[in-house]
T-cell receptor, first 110, second 114 residues
Framework: DAKTTQPNSMESNEEEPVHLPCNHSTISGTDYIHWYRQLPSQGPEYVIHGLTSNVNNRMASLAIAEDRKSSTLILHRATLRDAAVYYCILRGGGADGLTFGKGTHLIIQP | DTGVSQDPRHKITKRGQNVTFRCDPISEHNRLYWYRQTLGQGPEFLTYFQNEAQLEKSRLLSDRFSAERPKGSFSTLEIQRTEQGDSAMYLC????????????FGPGTRLTVT
């Protein structure tokens, strides 16, 4: 899987939107962009994924740059339960397992 | 609960003992994955199955580790002659397909080797 780059940590206030960036300049045309999050003492949880177009679901939105070299996960209204490590992962090619990096540790202030 | 389940949730064993973990995936999912996570790190991929066939193994999966998925349903991960370095959270995930599909994770089995 191609490499992604994320900030180590971000801080936001409760009830405000959060924009989590991810750079993936070596993405290939068949790589999907996946986001997972992991709350303390739990297994990872799927958040959202996309290929080329922006995507929305009940948890979040995914904005993908036109050149696909970066993407942003948007949490529209953060709650304390959104405090977690967020992982941006590229999936494609022959390898099927997820390659987790260090992720972004999101801190939500009340 | 129709999610991924893992058993046991916690296992403490002495060095040199064998341990076996079980994973029950979401019933209609044909792909099943095993990962290992040590403290402060992201999960690391170990191996995956499509139905009963083990299609990929990471170089992290030493010859002391073996995984099976008989009949393409539940899976077991066995570690023989455990070492202290095997202490970690072992996570299982399942999905309907490959790169365009999401993976659903279980709660994990926490292994402590003393």
């Amino acid at each position: 899987d191609a490499k992604t780059t994320q900030p180590n940590s971000m801080e936001s206030n409760e009830e405000e939107p959060v924009h989590l960036p991810c750079n993936h300049s070596t993405i290939s045309g068949t790589d999907y962009i996946h986001w997972y999050r992991q709350l303390p003492s739990q297994g990872p949880e799927y958040v959202i994924h996309g290929l080329t177009s922006n995507v929305n679901n009940r948890m979040a939105s995914l904005a993908i740059a036109e050149d696909r070299k970066s993407s942003t996960l948007i949490l529209h209204r953060a709650t304390l339960r959104d405090a977690a490590v967020y992982y941006c992962i590229l999936r494609g090619g022959g390898a099927d397992g997820l390659t987790f990096g260090k992720g972004t540790h999101l801190i939500i202030q009340p | 609960d129709t999610g991924v389940s893992q058993d046991p949730r916690h296992k403490i064993t002495k060095r040199g003992q064998n341990v076996t973990f079980r994973c029950d995936p979401i019933s209609e999912h044909n792909r099943l994955y095993w990962y290992r996570q040590t403290l402060g790190q992201g999960p690391e991929f170990l191996t995956y199955f499509q139905n009963e066939a083990q299609l990929e193994k990471s170089r992290l999966l030493s010859d002391r580790f073996s995984a099976e998925r008989p009949k393409g349903s539940f899976s077991t991960l066995e570690i023989q002659r455990t070492e202290q370095g095997d202490s970690a959270m072992y996570l299982c995930a399942s999905s309907l397909g490959g790169s365009g599909y999401e993976q659903y994770f279980g709660p994990g089995t926490r292994l402590t080797v003393t």
